[in-house]
T-cell receptor, first 114, second 109 residues
Framework: TAGITQAPTSQILAAGRSMTLRCTQD?????MYWYRQDLGLGLRLIHY???????GKGEVPDGYSVSRANTDDFPLTLASAVPSQTSVYFC?????????????FGEGSRLTVL | GQNIDQPTEMTATEGAIVQINCTYQ??????LFWYQQHAGEAPTFLSY??LDGLEEKGRFSSFLSRSKGYSYLLLKELQMKDSASYLC??????????WGAGTKLIIKP
């Protein structure tokens, strides 16, 4: 069972370049999320999507954009990367109708912006 | 503002018991989660509490007191593989998850 697949696993990017982090899930979950995780800080929500065709801003959306054209895919785009976007990015999904609605995470994408 | 507090790091001995505390101040409450995250890996779900009391799942138990804004994760019969970070998260009134910074648990032989 694949669950959630993220790509790339890691990437080094020059400042000012654009980058898309890919995320695909095969669990038919309605909700998907992008988080960044930095040392000493909790997971911070960048953007989310409660269902295909809709997206919303999280706690730290600036510099990032997302789209949700279908249930399975939720790419995250950095239009013009800056060094402060160096982080580990996690994509997650959940069945918000389930009793617990726990999140299932991808393996993460480590991004370094120089 | 919303806040989740957990100790930054804890050390325990293999075979022993450890309790990891989490206190929260959030706008509303719709459940509390504990996740385990090994270094360099994704967080994985451990437990969910929405009502007061203790939920037991094998060697792991999680307790919730909504009136005190407090939860703990209890790990028994510690094994070396339990060395990981443990993340506490609360679902607020908007059903958004607020995350603590995590507690790094170090298990010594």
């Amino acid at each position: 069972t694949a669950g959630i697949t993220q790509a790339p696993t890691s990437q080094i990017l020059a400042a000012g370049r654009s980058m898309t982090l890919r995320c695909t899930q095969d669990m038919r979950h309605n909700a998907m999320y992008w988080y960044r995780q930095d040392l000493g800080l909790g997971l911070r929500l960048i953007h989310y999507s409660n269902t295909a065709g809709t997206t919303g801003k999280g706690e730290v959306p600036d510099g990032y954009s997302v789209s949700r054209a279908n249930t399975d895919d939720f790419p995250l785009t950095l239009a013009s990367a800056v060094p402060s976007q160096t982080s580990v990015y996690f994509c997650a999904s959940s069945d918000s109708g389930a009793s617990t609605g726990e999140l299932f995470f991808g393996e993460g994408s480590r991004l370094t912006v120089l | 503002g919303q806040n989740i507090d957990q100790p930054t790091e804890m050390t325990a001995t293999e075979g022993a018991i450890v309790q990891i505390n989490c206190t929260y101040q959030t706008s509303g409450f719709n459940g509390l989660f504990w996740y385990q995250q090994h270094a360099g890996e994704a967080p994985t779900f451990l437990s969910y509490n929405v009502l007061d009391g203790l939920e037991e799942k094998g060697r792991f138990s999680s307790f919730l007191s909504r009136s005190k804004g407090y939860s703990y994760l209890l790990l028994k019969e510690l094994q070396m593989k339990d060395s990981a970070s443990y993340l506490c998260a609360v679902k607020d009134s908007n059903y958004q998850l607020i995350w603590g910074a995590g507690t790094k648990l170090i298990i010594k032989p």
